[in-house]
């Protein structure tokens, strides 16, 4: 229990301030609007929560009964603006309640102890936004004020505004009328759209399983302000230095899952996530991981849900973990199918550093981020629990989805969001970027397997692909980088319309792009020895021409360095996932020329690591980078999972 302050005086003064105070702020946290100004219906009653806490019995909480409980976090860079992130709470458990106070609710309130156990007092928490390395100081570049309640599980996310673009800001939180601060946090401003921009990088990233492994991301640490410290400052730290200074963090999707793991990383809830109450319990238990929250804190984000935020292989109507019943639509868990995506959605909001976009069109998250005249990042976003997004996949259905993966209707995206796709492809290749890059889900890529194709992954949307490549090759958009997650393995690829433009494996002539698809950052994939993995890779590489590169057995991230004249993709894995390290295997480098529209040849300069790489060479090293000791050793490969 806190302990509350108990004169009457204080209380009163108290509820004048709040009374001046309370009612315009409580609009400075987007997420009392959280996901959307444009749905009332999903938005908490912010009139009524503030008269709620005007209440004549209701108390402030002392600051010192309030905690900065899951760290701090940045997002969604714009040139003139970025999101700031964190929770203050009296407690690190989230919100019991499973509804909200929200929308008009003309016939009765919904604001008693049978819906809702609603805390009245709002906390106060003041931000600032500093020059680098100045927090200290006295220049505050902008500052601001607001509020939180357990209506929005204490979250605080705001918009600051009126910065200047590409630059690096510290931001700190801290609890009104204390000195109770938050960490202070690094964060960048996109660069405007037509700066001239020499180089941006990214730290590419998927399928962050809490539960797979003791230290669940110990490879977003290698970038992180701890490490960089510890390194002294040498060349090599000031030339790191730099390169850090220009990167963003993209994170694919399947970033919390929602099964109920067990073992000694076990989920929290102990099983799998239905309520407004799991979901967001499950955001908080992932913001416990030391090394996330040091990449949360020290790196703008930009992210996007893929299937496992809401329900494995999810769809406009359900998922694969239901029967074709009726009951298990409505009641799987307790829920129906459409008030769970709207939980899952609503603590996504919540817990991550994205922007409040116009959900209008049932939920989307597509948006676009310019960094000068260098490129465009264009996040569609596919294959959620969108509610127009036509997904037909279940388990229990996979041969019907081989009926119909070839209809002309069948869309991923939907056809609003594939207009407006193709409409910012053509917009940014007007507009002189030098590259577009795709920050997709889920492969793009025909990649025919043992079993045909999936029904998983672009494959079974073969139209939506088609019209895809049909806009870039017939609008001479060049220079387009895909990316992708949720596999949990590496594939790399020349980026062709198979049966339709004539392509040479050899050369790379005749293709449009590239892809590069990212392998997990933890959640398992191939659980077999690294030799029959290889098999498989080459079984891969043999049957699809167009695919360059293909492994499946390490877990790690890619680092994407993109230049006027160049895009270079760094594909890292590590030995083991199974404890907390800092091991870093380069597995494998690639280059694209700009103008060029391919792999540069000899693709990976003729040798990686692992897998299997066409007409290279496959060279087992096993030297891996300790990026705490900047140390070369064969270490850790006795075991990749935790048991
Ligand atoms: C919300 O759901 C959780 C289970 O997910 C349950 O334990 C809790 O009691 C529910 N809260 C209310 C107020 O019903
Ligand atoms: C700011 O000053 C405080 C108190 O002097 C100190 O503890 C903290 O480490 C400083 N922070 C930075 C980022 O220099
Ligand atoms: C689906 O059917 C199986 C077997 O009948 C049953 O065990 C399971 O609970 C059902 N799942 C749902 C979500 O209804
Ligand atoms: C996609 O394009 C290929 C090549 O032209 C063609 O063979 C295939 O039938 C097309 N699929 C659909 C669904 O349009
Ligand atoms: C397609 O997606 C499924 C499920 O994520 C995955 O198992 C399969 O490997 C993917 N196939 C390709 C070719 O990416
Ligand atoms: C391609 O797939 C077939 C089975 O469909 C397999 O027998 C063959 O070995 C594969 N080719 C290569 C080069 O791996
Ligand atoms: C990729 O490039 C990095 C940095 O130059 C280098 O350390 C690494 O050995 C290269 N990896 C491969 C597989 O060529
Ligand atoms: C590298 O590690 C793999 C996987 O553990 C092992 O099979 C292989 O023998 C090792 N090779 C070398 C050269 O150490």
Redesign the pocket.
Known sequence: MHSRLTTNTVVFVALLLQATIVRGDFDGNLNYVSPSRRHPSLGIDVPHVSRRSLKRDNIAYAPEDLAFTHGIASGDPYSDSIILWTRVAPSSTSDASNVTVEGPVPLYNHDTEVYIEADPSPICIDWAVFPQ?G??GSTVITSGTAYTTSDIDYTVKVEATGLQPFTTY?Y?FTICGSDIKSP?GRTKTAPTADADVSEVNFAVFSCSNYRELTDFISRYSLTTADRRKQMGTSTRTATLLERMSRTFFVHLGDYIYEGGAQGERAHKPPREIFTLFDYRTRHGQYRTDPDLQLASQNFAWITTWDDHEVSNNGYRDGSSGLNNTEDSFLKDGGVSVDQRKMNAVRAYFEWMPIRQVDLDDNLRIWRTFQMGNLLVIHRPSRRLPSVKTDRIYEDWNDDYIDLIRDDASRSLMGSHQENWFYNELSKSSKRGAAWRVIGNQILFSRIYESYGLSGDNWSGYSANRNRTLKHLYENNIGNNVFLAGDSHQNWVSDLVWLDEKEYNPETGDGSIGVEFAGTAVSSTGQNSPILPARTQSQYRVGNNSQLQWQDGYYRGYIFLSVKQDSVEARFYGSPSVASRNSWDLPLANFTVVSGENKLARPVAGGSVESGALRGGETKPSNVTLNTDTWEWDVIGYDQMYIK
């Open positions: 390395d927090v200290n510290n700190q202070v």
